[in-house]
């Protein structure tokens, strides 16, 4: 039997925006994007949804639907980057990940109860560490196919679970949309309305050989899925293959010393990435681009796969083992070759435990009190 979690976020743009400026919670927050077709909403808040606003609609239709709405533009880079958190903290339970846009994702948890007791469990600690993560709350619906899954995040409140039992599926799907099944377009739509069939309960009463009759192929699938049944599977797509850490000192670019500060940071960072997702590096490579325009690449492949900020800065280090007076104007380190972590190699050649230790020490007090409650000095990854 499949356990398929179905993770969303409804207002994901918006809530984050509310985060950002306080004096705007609880109020009607439109998020918009400009085209070269025009400018249309990517994000509302449930505020602004209450009064008719939804996603892809123009921004002249939702300023007449919501008078008194907040615009503001969209910020990719911030939502991106609450986003990754996200699937970070969902890469963890499975490595069967399939990222649906930045605020929703399917995972498929079958086959690790050993580790995590059951799928509501895991939906529990997911909810909670996205909550310490990114102070929005997440909606998750469980259940045997992701159709089913989906259809049940779609149904609860923000923080809400609702775990649908085996031969629930064609129950929680019943009062939906028929625009919620997956191919199920303005056309199609249209032609099932012309039909009479408005949800996916009444499109399920219908025999198929009708609904073939109307719509060849597509009808039978639309049948099928009506009924709940959806084999398809939970494709891998994340985490990266790379992760990677960039520095650009803009208009005043730094001295060739001043980028062993910078890749101590920057391993840090790198680090942190490799401990969420429980993964070694097997690749380190660095690119510096200098003010007269030359760039430096290169790579290095240990004997060992690394994770520790000590080994990204010592290896990254190495690659800048040549003089130069040139200032630099950005920095590229990444890690690539990425593979499962196992458990800490102990040496009696140097203090790998305590190494380990304190960096396990610094991520708890991180997780509690922010990135910034401590910062490495670089005599520590020294």
């Known amino acids: 039997m499949r356990s398929i979690l179905h993770f969303y976020i409804s207002s994901f743009c918006a809530r984050l925006e509310q985060l950002r400026n306080p004096e ?12 070269g077709n025009g400018e249309f909403v990517v994000s509302a808040s449930p505020e602004a949804k209450l009064q008719g606003v939804r996603e892809g609609i123009t921004s002249r239709r939702a ?3 919501c008078p008194d709405g907040i615009f503001l533009p969209v910020d990719w880079k911030m939502y991106k980057e609450a986003s990754r958190k996200v699937m970070d903290i969902l890469s963890y339970y499975s490595p069967l990940l399939e990222p649906q846009g930045l605020d929703r994702a399917y995972i498929d948890v079958t086959g690790c109860f050993a580790l995590f007791e059951s799928p509501r469990f895991i939906a529990k600690e997911v909810q909670q560490k996205v909550m310490r993560a990114i102070k929005v709350p997440t909606s998750i ?8 899954a989906s259809a049940a995040a779609s149904v609860v409140k923000a923080g809400g679970c609702l775990e649908v039992k085996p031969g629930g599926e064609k129950e929680v799907l019943a009062p939906l949309s028929v625009s919620f099944l997956p191919g199920v377009g303005e056309k199609i ?5 012309a039909l009479g069939i408005l949800t996916i309960g009444e499109l399920a009463a219908i025999p198929e050989r009708m609904l073939a009759r109307q719509l060849g192929i597509t009808g039978s699938r639309l049948h099928r899925l009506a009924q709940g049944i959806d084999p398809s599977p939970v494709m891998a797509l994340y985490p990266p293959e790379t992760f990677l850490s960039e520095h650009a000192f803009g208009d005043h670019p730094g001295e060739p010393e001043v980028v ?17 997702r429980n993964q070694k590096a097997g690749k380190i490579s660095l690119r510096l681009e200098f003010e007269n325009e030359e760039v430096y690449s290169g790579s290095y492949v240990p004997k060992i796969s690394v994770s520790s900020i000590r080994e990204i800065y010592v290896a990254s280090k190495r690659l800048i083992g040549f003089e130069t007076e040139e200032r630099i104007v950005s920095i590229k380190l990444a890690l690539s070759d990425l593979r499962a ?9 140097d203090d790998t435990e305590r190494r380990a230790r304190l960096e396990a020490l610094l991520r708890n007090v991180r997780s509690k009190f922010g990135d910034h409650a401590l910062v490495l000095g670089e005599a520590l990854a020294a």
């Open 341 to 349: 972590a196992g458990e800490i190699q102990l040496s009696y050649l």
């Open 260 to 276: 062993q500060v910078y890749l101590l940071r920057m391993s840090d960072e790198l680090s942190g990435k490799l401990s969420d």
């Open 24 to 35: 705007t919670a609880g109020k009607p927050v439109i998020i918009t994007h400009r085209s």
């Open 141 to 148: 619906g469980i259940a045997e196919n992701k159709l089913a």
């Open 63 to 65: 300023g007449r639907y």
């Open 189 to 193: 739509e249209k032609r099932l309305l």
